[in-house]
């Protein structure tokens, strides 16, 4: 299972609270579902648990069952809950105080949401309809989409109300809300009912966050070597020139051993060269730099 339906299944164990609050999740899930129009409700997802919660939701907010609510999914892989008769539709347009009959272009009223928790079960009910969220693995990533720009602004500035500090986009036809730092998806999970799926975030990110120490700092060892090896070739490429020119042998004999102890072995470190001889680390890089401003010379 992906993290976000992990989420959602998290979200739907949750009970389902006091009325306001079913009444304002449910209103959650229209305003971001696939259709809410006078002439019907549809609501298409994969999630079996969110299926399995949708008819629970309806009953206590309004006390109306889907016409459609199928128990196993339809060959796509996805439930369809849909709801057309007429009277079930009136009632659910009178709980939020629509209108029936005519277009309506559907807004979030904020009358419907008057306490705290409801704006929580709105936003909850938002999410599981027409939210996700990425795999922390990848990314932090966790979005609101809607097909209802007016929504997407409502929603957007009821967040802003809650102390989300959210960014919204346009995709194609669609009106998006979206949080791309970790701590605000993390923030947003723990407050719409899923704070096991924000401590996974939290984990998979110190993880993350560890890996790429333990990488750099393997990069900077190889680094190191590599820079090791580059000094010792032209310190060997030094001895040799030294040698050629027969200047090698006049050398003082500190620099001589030295010199020695680096054609015997091209990849040891100064630092082993200097423990060979018994001198200090910086006394071997003096000796290595005479060496190469001799062949310079
Ligand atoms: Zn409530």
Do not use: W
């Not at 739907?12 to 209103?27: D, T, V």
């Not at 006390?63 to 008769?85: E, M």
């Not at 040698?243 to 990849?267: C, H, M, N, W, Y």
């Not at 060979?276 to 001799?294: F, P, Q, T, W, Y």
Request: include cysteine; hydrophobic fraction near 40%.
């Amino acid at each position: 299972m992906s993290f976000s339906s992990n989420a959602k299944s998290e979200l739907c164990r949750a009970e389902i609270g006091k009325r306001c609050c079913a009444n304002a999740e449910a209103y959650g899930v229209l305003l971001y579902c696939n259709t809410f129009s006078q002439h019907g409700i549809k609501i298409v997802t994969e999630h079996g648990d969110f299926a399995l919660r949708l008819p629970k939701l309806f009953q206590k907010a309004f006390g109306v069952t889907f016409d459609d609510a199928p128990s196993a999914p339809s060959d796509g892989g996805k439930f369809v809950l849909r709801i057309r008769d007429r009277e079930k539709l009136a009632r659910i347009f009178d709980a939020y105080g629509m209108r029936e009959g005519g277009e309506v272009t559907l807004h979030l009223n904020r009358g419907v949401l008057e306490k705290p928790c409801c704006e929580l079960s709105f936003i909850r009910g938002a999410f599981l309809a027409g939210g996700s969220v990425t795999d922390p693995e990848k990314r932090y990533y966790l979005e609101l989409e809607t097909t209802h720009m007016k929504v997407c602004a409502e929603t957007f500035s009821l967040l802003l109300d809650l102390g989300f500090s959210p960014r919204d986009m346009q995709r194609g036809g669609d009106a998006l809300i979206y949080f791309n730092q970790s701590d605000q998806v993390e923030d947003f999970l723990t407050a719409i009912g899923a704070p096991l799926s924000a401590m996974g975030l939290m984990e998979a990110k110190v993880e993350k966050e560890m890996r790429n120490a333990i990488n750099r700092r393997v990069n900077c060892d190889d680094a190191n070597a590599t820079k090791t090896v580059d000094a010792a070739q032209q310190q060997l490429a030094a001895i040799r020139k030294l040698r050629e020119s027969g200047v090698f042998e006049s050398l003082p004999e500190q620099i001589k051993q030295t010199a020695l102890l680096r054609e015997q072995d091209d990849t040891a470190p100064l630092a082993e060269i200097a423990a060979m001889l018994g001198v200090s680390k910086s006394a071997i890089n003096h000796r290595m730099r005479k060496i190469m401003e001799l062949a310079n010379r």
